[in-house]
């Protein structure tokens, strides 16, 4: 069962420091120009703030073509199915460079920053009408700054009898209907299935992803998965492994049919599928 986990701490130590500063003036901060704000501040006094340029702390997240600010997200053990907590308020033109160094799990794009730019209020804004706040940024920033380690494979002969990665993703047609043996980096999340060049990490090894060459993989056999690298409550699964199975190239194959081959492999058969590095 794959659980949901909520990412506010880092935005709770950032309130506390506010709360402990209002209370040292046993007031509420004022507006004034250059004041931070936090996202509850906003969702509580909207019309004092309205049409007023500000500068607000909260969490980012951008999925499926829309953009917010919340007070946190809650994602599933693997990262995956980010959503705002609390109110979202919208926001309209985010830069492209404050996202570089957030979490990027595979489907969204999250993290705690600072925005600055005009808050408005009474709406409605946004993708479908839905937001009553919005805010038309001029300015943003990350608070925190997400590190990932790559781990990939060489570009390299493999030996007699073997294809590397790079040769099936080169010309798939060409091993079409073959049974063939290669090595890759294994990775599952329940949405992906595939064998790649590469996985990249969050420092702490969260929010795995595949990365560079990579092809459809089915059939991995769930035995040896015990034996890579798992997260929590089994949400994702990845390692180096060595592979022997029908290869299928030359189509569309896998999630959306974005992925120019596949490999199948028999589940029921642990001997097609070998942990080459023990858990990271």
Known sequence: MINRIQHVVRLIVLLAASATMAACTDAIPSLVPGQSLYVPDLLERPQQFNGKEITVSG???????????????????????AQPLGEPIWLEGFPREATTEL????????????????????????????YRHRIIVTSAEPIERV?????????????????????????????????????????????IYVLA????????????????????????????????????????????????????????????GAYPAQLLLDPNNPANARPLDPKK
């Open 197 to 256: 060049e590469g996985v990249s990490t969050e420092e702490d090894g969260s929010s795995p992803q595949p990365i560079g060459k990579m092809i459809w993989m089915e059939g991995f056999p769930p035995s040896v998965s015990a034996e890579l690298n798992l997260g929590p409550n089994n949400s994702f699964v990845w390692g180096r492994v060595e592979v022997t199975g029908l290869f299928q190239g030359g189509g569309n194959y896998g999630r959306d």
């Open 103 to 130: 979490h990027r799990p595979g489907d969204a794009i999250y993290g705690f920053v600072r925005v600055r730019g005009r808050f408005e209020t009474g709406g409605p804004f946004g993708a479908e009408n839905a």
């Open 147 to 191: 590190r990932r380690r790559e781990y990939r494979i060489e570009n390299r002969p493999l030996g007699e009898g073997k294809v590397s990665l790079f040769d099936l993703v080169a010309d798939p047609a060409r091993y079409n209907g073959q049974t063939i043996t290669t090595q890759g980096y294994y990775f599952w999340n329940s949405l």
């Open 59 to 81: 969490a980012y997240l951008e999925r499926d073509g829309r953009q917010v600010l919340a007070l946190g997200v809650s994602t599933l053990d693997n990262g995956l199915d």
